[in-house]
């Protein structure tokens, strides 16, 4: 395999593992292998790694991209005689992710003010806010094909995470009517040809944000995570800063940047392990920490 990747690369010059992987057939573990291990190739990945919850894992915490998405879609291989080449093409793959986040951040602040323009003058304006989360605010998200969960139809990449927050004191049947409003949108730009993005998204009082402050539930600690990292896109600047408040009041930030770093290490461990072990003979559970981890939790 690991001459059959130094041709391809002499001929095509670098190339992304996804890129690999459609033309030289493998296990994907052993493909990662070779390629990390090669004294003749270089893996140079791009962007950023960031904390993820994952049940399998014991501390929940782990790295998002995972060493499998990470290879295939953030990573480029080429020969390490020609290093000039790996990092042009790196900048190019990283630029084009970040062109990715972007539009889906534009998507989803188009998506808003198409859900405002139907509530027209009762909108509360300063009750409410929309904050985006998952891969997009780090500049991560990407655009390979993949499964929507519900239907199993193919959309474009990372899908689109909104948080929405809401003073306690809005009346139920109004979070009602916004729940469904936007879910008719959700189902819209999931069936648009033009669009086919998945939308992910959570409608909940500031009650519900300092119950999960406890951190004392995996659903808990997943929901703080997301809404640490998230952006505020729409509405609110006090709800916003409210909730990122009620964050540092409870210690949250705090376990979160620890888990943040024992997911580092933890990450070169499984690296290590993977690494040095033979292919063939890793058990299947031992890989769960090579594939990609869900955050559907939150959004269910």
Same mark, same amino acid.
């Given at each position: 395999?690991?001459?059959?990747?130094?041709?391809?690369?002499?001929?095509?010059?670098?190339?992304?593992?996804?890129? $690999? @992987?459609?033309?030289? @057939? &493998?296990?994907?573990?052993?493909?990662?292998q070779t390629c990390k291990t090669s004294s003749h190739l270089q893996v140079k990945s791009v962007g950023v790694k960031y904390l993820r919850f994952d049940r399998q894992v014991n501390g929940f915490a782990r790295l998002s991209p995972s060493i499998l998405r990470?290879?295939?879609?953030?990573?480029?291989? &080429?020969?390490?005689?020609?290093?000039?080449?790996?990092?042009?093409?790196g900048e190019e793959i990283f630029s084009h992710i970040v062109q990715v986040s972007r539009s889906k951040m534009a998507l989803a602040r188009h998506l808003i003010e198409v859900v405002k323009t139907q509530f027209g003058e009762s909108w509360p304006h300063d009750?409410?806010?929309?904050?985006?989360?998952?891969?997009?605010?780090?500049?991560?998200?990407?655009?390979?094909?993949?499964?929507?969960?519900?239907?199993?139809?193919?959309?474009?990449?990372?899908?689109?995470?909104?948080? $929405?927050?809401?003073?306690?004191?809005?009346?139920?049947? %109004?979070?009602?009517?916004?729940?469904?409003?936007? =879910?008719? #949108?959700?189902? !819209?730009?999931?069936?648009?040809?033009?669009?086919?993005?998945? $939308?992910? =998204?959570?409608?909940? !009082?500031?009650?519900?944000?300092?119950?999960?402050?406890?951190?004392?539930?995996?659903?808990?600690?997943?929901?703080?995570?997301?809404?640490?990292? &998230?952006?505020?896109?729409?509405?609110?600047?006090?709800? =916003?800063?409210? &909730?990122? !408040?009620?964050?540092?009041?409870?210690?949250?930030?705090?376990?979160?940047?620890?888990?943040?770093?024992?997911?580092?290490? %933890?990450? !070169?461990?499984?690296?290590? %392990?993977?690494?040095?072990?033979?292919?063939?003979?890793?058990?299947?559970?031992?890989? =769960?920490?090579?594939?990609?981890?869900? #955050?559907? #939790? #939150? %959004?269910?």
């Amino acid at each position: 395999m690991e001459e059959e990747i130094i041709n391809l690369l002499s001929i095509r010059g670098p190339l992304t593992g996804s890129e $690999i @992987r459609k033309i030289i @057939r &493998g296990d994907n573990l052993l493909l990662w292998q070779t390629c990390k291990t090669s004294s003749h190739l270089q893996v140079k990945s791009v962007g950023v790694k960031y904390l993820r919850f994952d049940r399998q894992v014991n501390g929940f915490a782990r790295l998002s991209p995972s060493i499998l998405r990470e290879f295939l879609t953030y990573s480029v291989v &080429g020969l390490v005689e020609k290093p000039l080449l790996i990092e042009e093409r790196g900048e190019e793959i990283f630029s084009h992710i970040v062109q990715v986040s972007r539009s889906k951040m534009a998507l989803a602040r188009h998506l808003i003010e198409v859900v405002k323009t139907q509530f027209g003058e009762s909108w509360p304006h300063d009750q409410i806010c929309f904050i985006l989360a998952g891969d997009i605010v780090y500049e991560m998200a990407h655009d390979v094909p993949r499964p929507e969960r519900s239907t199993g139809r193919l959309v474009r990449g990372s899908d689109i995470d909104l948080v $929405i927050i809401l003073n306690d004191n809005v009346p139920d049947d %109004f979070i009602g009517r916004l729940d469904r409003t936007i =879910y008719q #949108e959700k189902y !819209k730009f999931l069936k648009s040809p033009s669009i086919n993005e998945e $939308i992910d =998204y959570v409608v909940k !009082k500031m009650e519900r944000v300092r119950e999960q402050v406890c951190f004392d539930t995996f659903k808990n600690m997943v929901a703080c995570k997301i809404l640490q990292e &998230g952006k505020l896109i729409g509405g609110s600047d006090r709800l =916003y800063h409210e &909730g990122m !408040k009620l964050l540092k009041d409870h210690g949250v930030l705090e376990k979160l940047n620890r888990l943040q770093e024992e997911a580092i290490v %933890f990450r !070169k461990q499984e690296e290590e %392990f993977l690494i040095q072990s033979d292919a063939n003979l890793i058990k299947r559970e031992d890989l =769960y920490f090579f594939y990609p981890a869900e #955050e559907s #939790e #939150e %959004f269910e």
